[in-house]
Every structure is written in structure tokens, then in C-alpha cells.
């Protein structure tokens, strides 16, 4: 089983029982998509923070001064599809991003943090978007997790009426 470690730095973040339901829920439904067997005996730990500090981290480690939604921090590297180990990492997720990004996409806060969730986890399991193959296949396995979870596809494109007389 993996075992999630949860810290909750800053307010604003629903209570810790709450939030470790929703995570054990989306990384279960990850797992169940990726092996379709029994969880390994790893750990993860996932930190919800702020804008002010994941822009430090952003700052630190990429060299990217701003927020960002979500970071992760593989404790091993790992290649898609290879089975972990023991210790995953670090998911670390800022509350206001996700509260802004998730009312300018007119999703719930809830499901958009499920799915960030999801991607720091595919993250730490060595799935990677910087190509547009690995996009590909990262963004497939995404909406498949998602939908296991009645969520709808973050990715799909509104339809623009663009008729013009």
C-alpha cells in the first residue's frame, strides 16, 4: 500500500482528514489505472502550501520565480512504468493557484486538485511532459485516472461557436 504523509502548512486548506480522503482516493485510482494490481509499499509525502512558498521552491529548484500550481520531488528517478520503491517523494501544491486556476476553468476546486494530485504523481513515477509524446501520454493517462473518478477531462476544449454572418 502506498502510505501519504500530509502536511498543511498554510490555512485555507479543508481539514487534513478531508484532504487525505480525496488524495488516498486519487492516487489509489492512479495506481489501479498504471498496475491494476496490489499497491507497492512506497510513500509519498504531499505538502499543501501557498503561493509565497512554492514560489520559493519554484524559485530554488527550477529557477522559476512565480507560483505554480503544483511541484514534485522524486525521492529516485524513475522511468515510466517502472515499479517504485520504497520512497516516492514529495508532491507540494499551492492553495491560491489552484483556487484561481481552478475558478478561471470553471472547475470545482476539489476536482481540479484530484488532478493535480494525479499529475504530481505521475511525476514521481518518472512520466514527464516535456515532449509532445510524453504530453501524450502523460495528458491519456490523466483523463483515463479522471474518469475512474466520474472527473471530467481537465483537458477537453470548449466548443467556440465561430459562425459569422
Known amino acids: 500500500m502506498i502510505d501519504i504523509d500530509i502536511l498543511v502548512e498554510t490555512e485555507g486548506w479543508a481539514d487534513e482528514s478531508s484532504l487525505s480522503e480525496l488524495s488516498v482516493r486519487a492516487i489509489a485510482a492512479a495506481w489501479q489505472e498504471l498496475d491494476g494490481g496490489v499497491q507497492p509499499e512506497s510513500e509519498l509525502s504531499l505538502v499543501f502550501t501557498d503561493d509565497a ?3 520559493e521552491l519554484n524559485n530554488d529548484w527550477r529557477d522559476k520565480d512565480k507560483p505554480t500550481n503544483v511541484l ?8 515510466a512504468g517502472q515499479r517504485p520503491g520504497p520512497m516516492l517523494g514529495d508532491i507540494v501544491i499551492a492553495r491560491e493557484t489552484v483556487a ?3 475558478l478561471d476553468e470553471e472547475k470545482s476546486f476539489d476536482h481540479h486538485l484530484t488532478h493535480l494530485i494525479i499529475h504530481g504523481f505521475l511525476h514521481l513515477l518518472g512520466y514527464d511532459h516535456l515532449s509532445e509524446d510524453e504530453a501524450e501520454e502523460m495528458e491519456g493517462l490523466e483523463r483515463k485516472i479522471l474518469a475512474r473518478l466520474a472527473i471530467p477531462d481537465p483537458y477537453a476544449l470548449s466548443v467556440i461557436d465561430d459562425q459569422s454572418d
Not at 72 to 79: D, E, G, Q, V, W
Open 53 to 55: 512558498a512554492i514560489r
Open 72 to 79: 514534485s520531488f522524486p525521492a529516485f528517478p524513475l522511468k
Open 100 to 102: 484561481r486556476e481552478a
